[in-house]
């Protein structure tokens, strides 16, 4: 389908490089299509099997152009949703992904055209726009619609859309795991009562918090004191795990935490991170298998309590 046929479909609007970002929060629905001929799309199949790259949406390509002449046109589509405008993360794209189907895609490109961008348009959906309320899913169940829509196994898109159920098992899979009968979460339930852990790490707490509160300038506590209540998490997270009689532990750093998120406990916090939140969805649904509970709520999971 043409985006001239497209255009007759939808409301579409052109997005390009002097489209304002929305002034307010907003979701946009939008589709970037690359036109290119048929021996164009063949040439670029070809070269990923000599290099050893097999996609499932290659195969589709070729039964899709198998009656076609190596002239013809043909359009293939990426489908996302964005807080910018499509064009926004069209560049932002071409600069920075670099594994997956679309960048090998757009790095064929580089063989065929100058310029990337110009076998590609954009079009928004402009009946696809809404407010930013991600709370209620609108978005995701859009996206994920107009993926259906187009035809996910032709697409550039890996995943199906939507922030949370991108790998939501299926009955099979569950069977899997559970034929397996792991035991590795129970293994990880308790903190070892050690204590001369808890005592070396009492002092170590102790003297890191005195030095923090004395040096304010040095350390950044003159914004934010190094209460007793954050001291006391540090000594209960700095607590190995007892696992097969042997002290292991988890460590997950990133670059940023707030202290608000530091003195409450969680699980395994996320922010805002969508890469963070799939890991901890997916360690607390293997949790919740592995111990016979009913699976938590996407988002609201929960993995220990350390």
């Known amino acids: 389908m043409s985006d001239d046929e497209l255009k007759r479909l939808f409301k579409l609007t ?3 490089t002097n489209t304002l970002r929305p002034s307010l929060p907003r979701q946009t629905l939008y589709a970037r299509s690359y036109k290119l001929k048929v021996k164009h799309l063949r040439y670029i199949i070809a070269k990923w099997e000599f290099q050893g790259r097999y996609y499932n949406e290659s195969i589709v390509w070729v039964k899709m152009t198998d009656s076609l002449d190596p002239g013809d046109f043909v359009f293939i589509r990426y489908i996302r949703i964005t807080h910018r405008t499509g064009i926004q993360r069209c560049f932002e794209d071409n600069k920075n992904r670099t594994f997956g189907l679309l960048p090998a895609f757009l790095r064929s490109l580089d063989d065929l055209f100058e310029s990337r961008q110009e076998s590609c348009t954009c079009h928004e959906f ?9 709370s209620t899913g609108a978005g995701d169940l859009r996206e994920k619609s107009l993926i259906a829509l187009f035809g996910h196994p032709s697409l550039l898109n890996k995943q199906h859309g939507g922030f949370f159920n991108d ?4 009955n099979r899979e569950e069977s899997l795991f559970l034929s397996l009968e792991t035991n590795a979460f129970q293994l990880l339930d308790k903190f070892s009562e050690n204590a001369q852990h808890r005592s070396d790490l009492q002092r170590w707490a102790e003297n890191m918090q005195a030095y923090a ?3 304010p300038e040095v350390t950044g506590t003159s914004r934010m004191p ?4 954050y001291r006391n998490q540090v000594i209960t997270r700095g607590l190995p795990v007892v696992m097969a009689q042997k002290l292991s532990a988890l460590l997950v750093f990133r670059e940023h935490v707030p202290m608000k998120e ?9 922010g805002g991170s969508a890469a963070a939140t799939l890991l901890k969805n997916c360690l607390s649904r293997l949790s919740a298998w592995e111990n016979d509970r009913s699976v938590p709520n996407e988002g609201d999971a929960k993995v220990g309590d350390a």
């Open 262 to 270: 530091m003195i409450e406990v969680y699980g395994l916090w996320v």
């Open 226 to 229: 190094f209460s007793d209540e």
């Open 213 to 215: 509160n004395d040096n």
């Open 14 to 16: 052109e997005s390009v």
């Open 167 to 170: 790998c939501v098992p299926s």
């Open 126 to 134: 402009v009946d696809g726009s809404l407010e930013d309320v991600d």
